[in-house]
Structure formats: C-alpha cells, structure tokens
Nanobody, 125 residues
Framework: QVQLVESGGGSVQAGGSLRLSCTAS????????MGWFRQAPGNERREAVA?????????LYADSVKGRFTISRDNAKRTVYLQMNSLRPEDTAMYYC?????????????????WGQGTQVTVSS
C-alpha cells in the first residue's frame, strides 16, 4: 500500500498562487502515474486536474487549468508538485493526490488506486 501525503493548501485571493506537494512512500516500482484531482463543495464527483507519468514526465491537464497550473515531479524525493497560478474562485475545492502503477498514463480519469487525504484550497474574490 502506497501512502500519499499532501501539503501546500490554503486560502488565497483571486489571481494568487499556491503550490501543492504530494510525497509518496517508498515503493518497489520507480515509475508510476500520479495526479491531482479536486472535489468542489456540493459536487459528488472528483475531477481530474493534472496527471503526470513520473517516468518520462509526460502530463495531461484539464481544459479549465491549462496555462495556469503546472504539474512536475522530483523522482528522487518521490514528490509531485502542482503549481497553481492565476487562481480563480471556481478553483476552490479539496485537492487530492492519487497514484497508480497500472493502466495508461497520463490519463484524466479518477480510477486511481491510491489516494491521499486531501488538502483544502480556497480562493476568494
């Protein structure tokens, strides 16, 4: 079982920036799929924000965050980052880190096996 620990959430005004971090516990597989998902208040569904394959660094983004968010990884630290710029009130949500070792990657579907506890991001207007 892979443990994922997120950090970096908080409150910011519209137009501001935040950087989220997600560190995975050690695993036998050096490459895997990691992504950020979010769930807004009142929304039952988690939507994909950005996903990266730690091997080659290839990534996919949701249309709503393209040009504003950047996902990156530091394999030595087993950490994935989500740099969020030009934040908008509609970005307010609980952000979850997820990891998977199988399946196509990157992919913008929420069928990941391992999930973190989430970190809250609140953007005020």
């Amino acid at each position: 079982q892979v443990q994922l620990v997120e950090s970096g959430g908080g409150s910011v005004q519209a137009g501001g920036s935040l950087r989220l971090s997600c560190t995975a516990s050690a695993s036998s597989d050096p490459t895997y799929c990691m992504g950020w998902f979010r769930q807004a208040p009142g929304n039952e569904r988690r939507e994909a924000v950005a996903v990266i394959w730690t091997g080659r660094g290839s990534a996919l983004y949701a249309d709503s965050v393209k040009g504003r968010f950047t996902i990156s990884r530091d394999n030595a630290k087993r950490t994935v980052y989500l740099q969020m710029n030009s934040l908008r009130p509609e970005d307010t949500a609980m952000y979850y880190c997820a990891a998977d070792f199988t399946g196509h990657c990157p992919r913008l579907t929420a069928d990941f096996v391992h999930w973190g506890q989430g970190t809250q991001v609140t953007v005020s207007s």
